[in-house]
T-cell receptor, first 111, second 114 residues
Framework: DAKTTQPNSMESNEEEPVHLPCNHS???????IHWYRQLPSQGPEYVIH?????VNNRMASLAIAEDRKSSTLILHRATLRDAAVYYC????????????WGAGTKLIIKP | KAGVTQTPRYLIKTRGQQVTLSCSPI?????VSWYQQTPGQGLQFLFE???????NKGNFPGRFSGRQFSNSRSEMNVSTLELGDSALYLC?????????????FGSGTQLSVL
């Protein structure tokens, strides 16, 4: 099964950009890369996803390496509300779309 | 558009009892998946139902079961509860027809087994 590796935690200052890395060296050609985040006492929330090209939305940007073995979630200007656990997940078409969750990165935002 | 609704929000049971949790997906979504979240193990996939059929199953004992109804609402059941079953149980809904779609999560049911 394809899996992801993320740092356990990261710290950043408020109003600065944040780059959250994710390694997925065993990714297959049809796996989508998804990012979700979970705020305290809430269910996970969708952030962004992509397949091969970089993606942007109102929440974040996703930069995908050319070989697809790693990706980076970019929060352009972190706020205190962005403090959460961020999960990088592969969605495997070959396994009926099953999500394979990693341990996530706990993002700490310092005011 | 209403979000994913999970009931009840909190539940306290004793060892040996059984429990049923409910999940109402977003209208039009045919896939419902269930997860167990504990501080030590993180998010663990239980199973996924798509159009009333179990499509995926995680590595949990047979005490954990589920079903999905024709209106896509889903229930999960845990029989013979153990202390270790204390956890936040989350469900997520999606259209279920592509790997590039979003999942929408409910707020979860916090189960405490005493």
């Amino acid at each position: 099964d394809a899996k992801t590796t993320q740092p356990n935690s990261m710290e950043s200052n408020e109003e600065e950009p944040v780059h959250l890395p994710c390694n997925h060296s065993t990714i297959s050609g049809t796996d989508y890369i998804h990012w979700y985040r979970q705020l305290p006492s809430q269910g996970p929330e969708y952030v962004i996803h992509g397949l091969t090209s970089n993606v942007n939305n109102r929440m974040a940007s996703l930069a995908i390496a050319e070989d697809r073995k790693s990706s980076t979630l970019i929060l352009h200007r972190a706020t205190l509300r962005d403090a959460a656990v961020y999960y990088c997940i592969l969605r495997d078409v070959g396994s009926n779309y099953q999500l394979i969750w990693g341990a996530g990165t706990k993002l700490i935002i310092k005011p | 558009k209403a979000g994913v609704t999970q009931t009840p929000r909190y539940l306290i049971k004793t060892r040996g009892q059984q429990v049923t949790l409910s999940c109402s997906p977003i209208s039009g979504h045919r896939s419902v998946s269930w997860y167990q979240q504990t501080p030590g193990q993180g998010l663990q996939f239980l199973f996924e139902y798509f159009s009333e059929t179990q499509r995926n199953k995680g590595n949990f004992p047979g005490r954990f079961s589920g079903r999905q109804f024709s209106n896509s609402r889903s229930e999960m059941n845990v029989s013979t509860l153990e202390l270790g079953d204390s956890a936040l149980y989350l469900c997520a809904s999606s259209r279920g027809d592509t790997a590039g779609e979003k999942l929408f999560f409910g707020s979860g049911t916090q189960l405490s087994v005493l």
